[in-house]
């Protein structure tokens, strides 16, 4: 099947015929799927995409039915075979790199500026040209409308115009004039006020002999640029113009050719550069956009400040040098280059004046001509400069302070610097950040380093080296470096060792190279500045390694420091342009892998009584939060007294807000609390268990079945030591209630029965009937229904004695359910309505959507899908305002059936399907399994029945068999 999103949407089966996609949502939803082929893609996102900002209440449910009707548009026989899948909470389409347009694009456009970057400029134009030819009108030019893929259609247009431009620049490079202005006049025209293009337009006209044409394009040019903005064209186009004007017929001088160069005789220019390194690897892309700004392809000058910044060990330096040796040739008037030791542990770092001076007398400037003031010294470096082009490379900057004197070069020089800071309040500085290398990328680095037939030899330790390593050159070339010197270590020894957290900063040394102890200099600088937000960066690094979580918020740090959360941003922040943190996206920071073992260190290093305020204000925090959030959500109690809390929580006002908190945070929420419960001291322990009892409601209805066993036996663990029966107790219900969703019947009774012993033996009557409640539910699923209504009915009896109300309608749902499968569907019925009432008059919408849910069982038991039918989606939009997706795909399968039985079978069909993705989304195979035998069901009745449309007759025994 092939896909086409350059130009109107097509899709095609592999003979070629075409697959009307007539609807725009679904258009819409295909294009943002293949957007991101190959890639899981959110559901959130993809809502944005056909909805923007403000989607229907109904977009959840409208999503899911429009990748149903997009399966069976692309697969009608076997829409489970289609190449769109559900991930997660998202979905995915998976497609071969030729059978979508705007891949095979990319890969051309890749070997294309591949070919131009080593010096094949004939296999880069076919390969631009080739690229370009798959465009057949505007991107997405029927599927737009939303402000997401209005902006995709935009980046890919701004991509084609790229590459068109870089097509230009090798064509006329190798005189084919007239190919590049047949390109360019077009492109020009419907981009009027795209300099680089109009200036290309410019150029080729005038090297293929149309002087005037030239001109007459510039003056359009500067027209349609003052009528629209108000301003004139750049110096490159004006300089281009004036070459035109003063070049007569002649073709126009090299920029590089000019007047204004001083006479007389010149020292040999010099060449500083350090070798380029051989084992460089990677970074493929930053390099083209260094060539890019270094030494444009039209021939204009640099740009006058490029910055190279990164995380310590990111190899910032060895990619200046490498960028530096393939921009050479540009700059015939010298390459200087000084290291500032900005970040080199143990040396003095070298000040403006030494560097200028340095220069200058490179420069042919003798010693006792340099001026021995900063302002004079940088007044004669940029009159020295006027007139060459002259490459510059500083490397490890430590602050702007410590280069700016050197950075106001005259036009045709550039300034290359290297370093940890982030060069944001450089005026035109075009930075290129860089991080992580890519996974292939380290594996090639690391290969080059042991052989590649000893890295192969065990591909997994290979591959586990490099993400221990987190990517970073210094830390793979170090462990490289390690192994080329131990030839007896596999590298799987290696990983062993670097596995202990505790040990991976000291394994990561090897001689004077250490990763440790290129952070200290990037930590020391913040914590021996001069600025107090430096210093507050420094220790709020360390207060980071007190946490064990994935990442941080601004309110969490506040908590963290004890400070104002305003202050905590602007700490991570510093952070963030001292490349020690990173932020993904706004409001959420997170530390390399590496950076988190060296604050760990250093945290460890700090007062234990203060590390442990610290980590118990974070507890007080989220666990306050926790409890504002429970109660917006309006999760039942859980019998416990509130354990004292001293802070304020987050600033949740909605039930939406709260469930994207508990959401958003909830890996962090689980890592604290663990952490919490192993800790030795009391309060920390009981901070710890008290989170994890408000995570319960939300793991339950968000069926983190598999978190929810972890949490309560370390909160099992954690009361035993405690010695709180209490906790204990609760601990034996939610262990029970989390094997009882998993089926694990037996040992959920073990565990009810031993919370139902601990609360007799406290006396405490709700954990008591908690306790009847589980057994009560343990009992029924296990088919033991007599007993399931002893337990329920005891429980009923306390839940009334002690007021508690839902532990009685609770205890009434379960005796319902029963009586349903003892067959006494009357008494069924009117125990659950009852049970449906009292939950309706308290606002309970979990135990509505329960109670619902039985209604419509035994109404398909009864023969009533209609009545089924209402009670399902009844229950369906009761668990979907609370978000309790552990029930949805048993509440879709009810609808499946009670459609089916109705004659439906289009929905019933859709329905079985989602219930299907969701239980998938769940890892419920149960369900599933369930889902599919009724999808089948279903199939099975379009082909048998297709007359038979409306609903059973308490005469049809067939159709009420299939209804059960």
């Known amino acids: 099947?092939?896909?086409?999103?350059?130009?109107?949407?097509?899709?095609?089966?592999?003979?070629?015929?075409?697959?009307?996609?007539?609807?725009?949502?679904?258009?819409?939803?295909?294009?943002?799927?293949?957007?991101?082929?190959?890639?899981?893609?959110?559901?959130?996102?993809?809502?944005?995409?056909?909805?923007?900002?403000?989607?229907?209440?109904?977009?959840?449910?409208?999503?899911?039915?429009?990748?149903?009707?997009?399966?069976?548009?692309?697969?009608?026989?076997?829409?489970?075979?289609?190449?769109?899948?559900?991930?997660?909470?998202?979905?995915?389409?998976?497609?071969?790199?030729?059978?979508?347009?705007l891949l095979v694009f990319q890969d051309l456009v890749r070997h294309g500026r591949r070919a131009a970057r080593e010096g094949d400029p004939e296999t880069a134009c076919r390969c631009f040209e080739q690229a370009l030819g798959l465009w057949r009108g505007d991107a997405l030019q029927d599927a737009g409308g939303s402000g997401v893929l209005d902006r995709a259609a935009g980046h890919l247009t701004e991509e084609r115009l790229s590459v068109l431009e870089e097509l230009a620049e090798l064509q006329l490079h190798l005189g084919r004039n007239a190919e590049a202005v047949s390109r360019l006049r077009a492109a020009a025209a419907g981009h009027p006020l795209r300099e680089r293009l109009q200036r290309q337009l410019m150029l080729g006209l005038h090297l293929s002999g149309d002087r005037a044409g030239a001109l007459d394009a510039y003056q359009r040019f500067r027209k349609a640029l003052v009528t629209e903005t108000g301003l004139d064209p750049g110096r490159d186009v004006q300089e281009l113009h004036r070459r035109i004007l003063t070049s007569g017929s002649g073709p126009v001088p090299p920029a590089s050719d000019r007047a204004t160069r001083p006479a007389g005789p010149r020292p040999e220019p010099p060449r500083q550069l350090p070798r380029d390194l051989a084992g460089f690897v990677g970074r493929a892309e930053e390099l083209v956009r260094l060539r890019s700004l270094l030494a444009p392809w039209d021939g204009g000058p640099p740009h006058h400040v490029v910055a190279i910044t990164g995380p310590p060990g990111s190899g910032k330096s060895a990619l200046a040098v490498r960028a530096a040796h393939a921009v050479g040739r540009d700059f015939p008037d010298g390459w200087l280059y000084t290291n500032l030791h900005g970040a080199t542990p143990g040396l003095r770092r070298l000040e403006p004046l030494e560097v200028l001076g340095r220069f200058l007398r490179d420069l042919g400037v003798s010693p006792q001509a340099v001026p021995d003031d900063v302002d004079g010294a940088a007044a004669l470096w940029r009159t020295r400069l006027d007139g060459r082009r002259v490459l510059v490379v500083l490397d490890?900057?430590?602050?702007?302070?410590?280069?700016?004197?050197?950075?106001?070069?005259?036009?045709?020089?550039?300034?290359?610097?290297?370093?940890?800071?982030?060069?944001?309040?450089?005026?035109?500085?075009?930075?290129?950040?860089?991080?992580?290398?890519?996974?292939?990328?380290?594996?090639?680095?690391?290969?080059?380093?042991?052989?590649?037939?000893?890295?192969?030899?065990?591909?997994?330790?290979?591959?586990?080296?490099?993400?221990?390593?987190?990517?970073?050159?210094?830390?793979?070339?170090?462990?490289?470096?390690?192994?080329?010197?131990?030839?007896?270590?596999?590298?799987?020894?290696?990983?062993?060792?670097?596995?202990?957290?505790?040990?991976?900063?000291?394994?990561?040394?090897?001689?004077?190279?250490?990763?440790?102890?290129?952070?200290?200099?990037?930590?020391?600088l913040l914590a021996g500045g001069a600025h107090p937000l430096d210093r507050l960066a420094a220790r709020t690094l360390r207060m980071l390694g007190v946490l064990q979580v994935a990442d941080v918020t601004p309110l969490m740090v506040a908590a963290l420091l004890g400070g104002p959360a305003e202050e905590a941003e602007r700490a991570m922040e510093r952070l963030v342009d001292a490349h020690l943190a990173e932020c993904d996206e706004p409001g959420r920071y997170r530390l390399h892998d590496l950076v988190r073992l060296f604050a760990r260190e250093r945290a460890a290093l700090q007062d234990p009584e203060e590390t442990t305020a610290a980590l118990n204000r974070v507890l007080d925090f989220y666990t306050a939060t926790a409890v504002l959030a429970g109660t917006l959500l309006r999760y039942p109690s859980h019998g416990l007294p509130e354990i004292d809390l001293h802070a304020v929580p987050a600033p949740l006002t909605s039930r939406e807000q709260a469930y994207e908190w508990m959401e958003e945070e909830r890996a962090n929420l689980l890592s604290v609390a663990f952490q919490a419960m192993a800790s030795p001291g009391e309060r920390t322990v009981r901070l710890g268990a008290a989170l994890a009892i408000r995570l319960h409601w939300h793991l339950l209805y968000g069926h983190h079945v598999s978190y929810m066993l972890t949490v309560n036996r370390r909160m099992l663990e954690a009361a035993r030591r405690?010695?709180?029966?209490?906790?204990?107790?609760?601990?034996?219900?939610?262990?029970?209630?989390?094997?009882?969703?998993?089926?694990?019947?037996?040992?959920?009774?073990?565990?009810?029965?031993?919370h139902l012993a601990i609360s007799r033996e406290l006396g405490n009557a709700h954990g008591e009937q908690r306790a009847l409640g589980g057994l009560a539910r343990s009992c029924f699923e296990m088919g033991r229904y007599e007993e399931a209504v002893g337990h329920a009915e005891a429980q009923r009896v306390i839940a009334r004695r002690i007021g508690h109300s839902s532990g009685e309608y609770y205890a009434l749902g379960i005796i319902g359910e029963a009586y349903h499968r003892l067959g006494r569907f009357d008494q069924a019925l009117a125990v659950l309505e009852k049970s449906l009432s009292l939950?309706?008059?308290?606002?309970?919408?979990?135990?509505?959507?329960?109670?619902?849910?039985?209604?419509?069982?035994?109404?398909?038991?009864?023969?009533?899908?209609?009545?089924?039918?209402?009670?399902f989606t009844d229950a369906l939009d009761c668990v979907r305002t609370i978000r309790m997706v552990a029930m949805e795909s048993y509440l879709l399968l009810g609808l499946a059936r009670s459609c089916r039985l109705l004659g439906e079978l289009d929905q019933a069909a859709a329905h079985a399907w989602q219930a299907v993705e969701t239980s998938r989304g769940l890892r419920d195979s149960n369900t599933e399994q369930k889902a599919l035998a009724e999808h089948a069901a279903i199939e099975e009745a379009r082909r048998s029945s297709p007359r038979r449309a409306g609903p059973p007759q308490a005469g049809d025994p067939e159709r009420l068999r299939l209804a059960r």
């Open 722 to 754: 405690l010695g709180d029966r209490s906790i204990e107790a609760l601990a034996h219900n939610h262990t029970g209630v989390a094997l009882c969703a998993r089926l694990q019947l037996p040992e959920s009774v073990a565990h009810f029965e031993r």
């Open 839 to 871: 939950s309706r008059r308290d606002g309970n919408v979990y135990q509505q959507g329960s109670e619902l849910e039985a209604l419509g069982e035994l109404h398909l038991s009864r023969g009533e899908p209609a009545l089924a039918k209402s009670a």
């Open 1 to 101: 099947m092939r896909f086409s999103v350059l130009g109107v949407l097509t899709v095609r089966h592999a003979d070629g015929g075409l697959v009307p996609v007539r609807r725009r949502k679904h258009r819409q939803l295909l294009v943002a799927l293949l957007l991101r082929a190959n890639t899981p893609v959110s559901g959130g996102h993809l809502t944005e995409s056909l909805w923007g900002a403000a989607p229907p209440p109904s977009a959840e449910q409208n999503l899911k039915t429009y990748v149903h009707t997009l399966r069976k548009l692309l697969s009608p026989d076997d829409p489970r075979s289609a190449p769109i899948t559900t991930h997660g909470a998202g979905y995915l389409i998976t497609l071969r790199p030729d059978d979508l347009d």
């Open 396 to 524: 490890d900057a430590a602050d702007l302070a410590q280069i700016r004197p050197l950075l106001s070069v005259p036009v045709g020089s550039t300034i290359l610097v290297t370093s940890r800071e982030s060069f944001a309040l450089v005026d035109d500085c075009a930075r290129v950040r860089i991080g992580e290398l890519l996974r292939t990328e380290a594996s090639a680095m690391f290969a080059k380093l042991i052989g590649a037939g000893r890295a192969a030899d065990d591909v997994r330790a290979t591959g586990r080296l490099i993400e221990l390593c987190g990517r970073l050159p210094l830390a793979v070339g170090i462990a490289g470096a390690r192994l080329a010197n131990r030839p007896r270590w596999t590298v799987a020894d290696l990983v062993e060792r670097l596995e202990d957290e505790r040990r991976r900063l000291h394994e990561l040394e090897a001689g004077d190279l250490a990763v440790r102890s290129s952070l200290a200099v990037s930590y020391d």
